[in-house]
């Protein structure tokens, strides 16, 4: 009963805090990130039908619901850092687990920034992926230091284009996810939860509604009226692997 309970609780706060609706602003202190990284990964998973995709650095497998009529594979680092129940392979961050040519598209968010060796990472990206596959690829601009202390790096448009070219890859799109007001509510909201509340308690839910929701709405309204690429919270990469190969 406690079990069931306290896996409802988990999936509730995966929902909201990974793939909101409008109104999970109201519980997630984070929601500006997630909410622009939610509608790009919906977008992109909408172009993909019956495919294989590998998710590297999966995590808790957060947008595994967005495709749902493929095969959805997980893999994470092992090592002394935390393992991931939720990954099908554990391995060393270098050596992906599987074959050449294995997947249709591999999605890799918010983990480059965590990765001892990204270029390594990128080239296996591009060995994994079948000719013609897809790499859909997030990392943070902006962003306090997180996962300490693994977390060593914040990357340009720029040094994106480079790491995928030097890859081999075609980059199709580096897009930002939001502007500058975007960017100062985030931060600003998780400042004041990081800051004044402690993760999921009672404090940390009122602070979240009473404070970071309306800071957010009206950040959010700002970027949404005042459109521009001066900063962004998060890029996005889409790149593909020749189809010639
Ligand atoms: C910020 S979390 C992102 C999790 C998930 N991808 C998401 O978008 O929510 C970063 C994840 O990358 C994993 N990670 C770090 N280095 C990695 C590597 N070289 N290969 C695969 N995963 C790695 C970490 O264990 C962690 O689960």
């Known amino acids: 009963m406690r079990k069931n309970l306290r896996h409802k609780l988990f999936q509730w706060r995966a929902r909201h805090s990974f793939r909101p609706s409008w109104y999970s602003v109201l519980v997630n202190p984070y929601f500006i990130a997630r909410w622009y990284l939610y509608r790009s990964i919906s977008k992109f998973a909408g172009t993909v039908s019956n495919k294989k995709i590998l998710d590297i650095g999966c995590g808790i497998k957060p947008y595994q619901p967005l495709f749902k009529d493929c095969e959805y ?17 554990i391995y060393d961050g270098e050596h992906v687990p599987y074959q050449d040519a294995s997947f249709d598209a591999v999605l890799c968010t918010q983990v480059l920034e965590h990765a001892n060796h990204p270029d390594q ?88 509604l009473l404070l970071c929701a309306p800071m957010q709405i009206i950040f959010l309204a700002l970027d949404g009226i005042f459109k521009n690429n001066w900063i962004t919270l998060d890029y996005v990469i889409i790149a593909e692997k020749n189809a010639q190969e």
């Not at 790491?163 to 975007?182: A, H, K, Y």
Request: aromatic share 12%; hydrophobic share 35%.
């Open 121 to 208: 990472l990128v080239k296996e990206i591009r060995r994994v992926l079948k000719p013609g596959g897809l790499a859909y690829i997030t990392m943070p601009f902006v962003w306090n230091e997180h996962e300490k202390p693994y977390d060593f790096r914040r990357f340009t448009s720029f040094e994106h284009n480079r790491l995928l070219n030097s890859q081999n890859l075609d980059i199709r799109s580096i897009s930002p996810t939001c502007g500058v007001f975007g960017v100062c509510g985030q931060l600003i909201s998780a400042y004041i939860v990081e800051t004044f509340g402690t993760r999921y308690n009672i404090v940390y839910q009122l602070v979240t």
């Open 73 to 89: 594979l997980g893999i994470e680092v092992g090592n002394d850092r935390q393992i991931s129940p939720f990954a099908d392979k």
